[in-house]
């Protein structure tokens, strides 16, 4: 038998929304966040609906469920996005999340790296060393992020010897891989490196829990649109690459990010000089 109190109650509060939502726009006000912020709490951010400035987005989620729901399921809660308790949060990845690979390596080195991408059909070269180098193990695989090394315009990888051994200023391995204007990726180091500085979750895209990968390329124009500044055989490979790591390690194309997205302070970097957007959309 239905409950009529609750079904009034319910009506009304869709009244109630809907009068906010025509005047605030946004659900919340509290949901009103940085767009990066929004996505890497697994929210969809919508534009138009926020005061102030254009990366002010409202942030909805699809996924909002109990807390310890979520963690039980491999999950990741975050609170601040969904109506309701506060056990009700919004959980990003977890066992219905796509992608979910075979392996989740916890404070390990990343020695199947080589193997990964040569399976993906792509043409690998193990630097020499590779599976001992790292500043220690890395803590896990949530994340990837996406660079440009801003190198020298010419060449196949000349930035080699910089994201192996690093500058006079940070000590190398700056990536665990390279990717060379022919599509060649190159294994570099397989614990952890030193390529996202600080970021919008470090517990996804800090150097501890993800893969770095630094592709050759000078980097200008500074542009974040298509992909027109790259070879296409370099850009198909980067692709290629990535899905082969997502694949195995259960990184969901949400967890794919720019260093330009990931970056904190917003503005900090400017890598790579495509569209990301475009980029996720092919990583399917
Ligand atoms: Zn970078």
Redesign the pocket.
Known sequence: MPNIALLTSIVCLTIIHLRIASVAGCWSANACIDRNVCISKGGTPQTGLCPGAANIQCCTCTTCKDAAACSASSGTPHAGICAGAANIQCCKGGSTSPGTGPSKPTNTMLTGLADILRGAGLNVVEVAGWKTRGHGVMASVKGIVV?HTAGPKTGDYPSLGVVRDGTSSLAGPLAQLGLGRSGTWFVIAAGRCY?AGSTIDDSIYGNSNAIGIEAEGAGLPATDSGHAHWPEVQYQSYVKGVKALQKAYGVASTRVLG?KEAAVPKGR?I?PNFSMAEFRTKLG
Do not use: G, S
Request: hydrophobic share 0%.
């Open positions: 660079h390529h260093h970097k890598d």
